[in-house]
């Protein structure tokens, strides 16, 4: 597995996929993403509102629209998939699905994030990464985790894999 993630174009829109392996059960990885105080922990974000099935929340990281996203729970299959409507202020909304796989040592995680607009997707792609990596340190170490240093390493990386996406 390749430790950058897969951009593609999605139409007119972008796409970004990892595939990552974590050494935790797919029940910690699911907690992970559905508990809020678990969630804060690697996002960095306050949840407000139900994480659960049709209910609709908000990740919070500071004050003002740009700073929160709205979120519309499409799915939810503990402990295996969850699929979330992701939505910025004033942007279409884009589709988040994440695939949790039992596998020898712990788990595979596949996010796919698609119908993100071509501006943002390459700071969409380095957040990612960088919640990704946080997560893996969260469910190791049960430390939390700050990602903005991780983020600005991998832009440059992920801005020249979208300029170079068919």
Do not use: C, K
């Not at 990552?20 to 809020?36: G, I, K, V």
């Not at 700071?123 to 190791?140: K, T």
């Amino acid at each position: 597995m390749s430790d950058l993630g897969t951009v593609r174009r999605d139409g007119a829109l972008g796409a970004v996929r990892f595939t990552r392996h974590y050494a935790a059960t797919p029940e910690e990885l699911w907690s992970a993403w559905t508990e809020p105080d678990r969630i804060a922990r690697w996002l960095g974000a306050t949840v407000q509102g139900p994480v659960e099935r049709g209910a609709s929340f908000r990740l919070i990281w500071a004050e003002g629209a740009d700073n929160q996203v709205e979120l519309v729970v499409r799915s939810l299959e503990p402990p295996t998939r969850l699929e979330w409507e992701w939505t910025v202020a004033g942007e279409p909304p884009t589709v988040l699905r994440v695939d949790l796989v039992a596998a020898a040592g712990g788990t595979d995680l596949v996010l796919d994030h698609r119908g993100l607009p071509l501006a943002q997707y390459a700071g969409l792609a380095a957040g990612w990464h960088a919640y990704l990596d946080a997560l893996g340190a969260l469910v190791e170490s049960a430390q939390a985790v700050y990602w903005d240093e991780r983020f600005a390493a991998l832009l440059p990386a992920y801005r020249e894999r979208v300029a170079e996406s068919p």
